[in-house]
């Protein structure tokens, strides 16, 4: 079992920046990878950006060139820096991770880009 805690969501105007952590509560170096999803409103929840055990980092394409995902394994976090945001990010961001006991998910945490 791993607990997954995600952490700074919040309010900013549209072309700011955010900065979200999970941190596990256990090694994370043993997870198949670690991720980001998000569900709007009325929408299904999808993949944003993910960061696989041999760093692959693939992207949803609305977010490229704007979010970029990263770890840190003495931590035990993962990150997600978001740049340029639109109103369009808005939405409940989770933390996901995965491993041979299971898949895991966090609690979640809000974005909201508005003016």
């Known amino acids: 079992q791993v607990q997954l805690v995600e952490s700074g969501g919040g309010l900013v105007q549209p072309g700011g920046s955010l900065r979200l952590s999970c941190a596990a509560s256990r090694n994370i170096s043993t997870m198949y990878y670690m991720g980001w999803y998000r569900q709007a409103p009325g929408k299904q929840r999808e993949m944003v950006a993910l960061i696989w055990s041999d760093g692959t980092t693939p992207y949803a394409d609305s977010v490229k060139g704007r979010f970029t995902i990263s770890r840190d394994n003495a931590k035990n976090t993962v990150y997600l820096q978001m740049n340029s945001l639109k109103p369009e990010d808005t939405a409940v961001y989770y933390c996901?991770?995965?491993?041979?006991?299971?898949?895991?998910w966090g609690q979640g945490t809000q974005v909201t880009v508005s003016s």
């Open positions: 996901n991770a995965a491993d041979r006991t299971g898949v895991y």
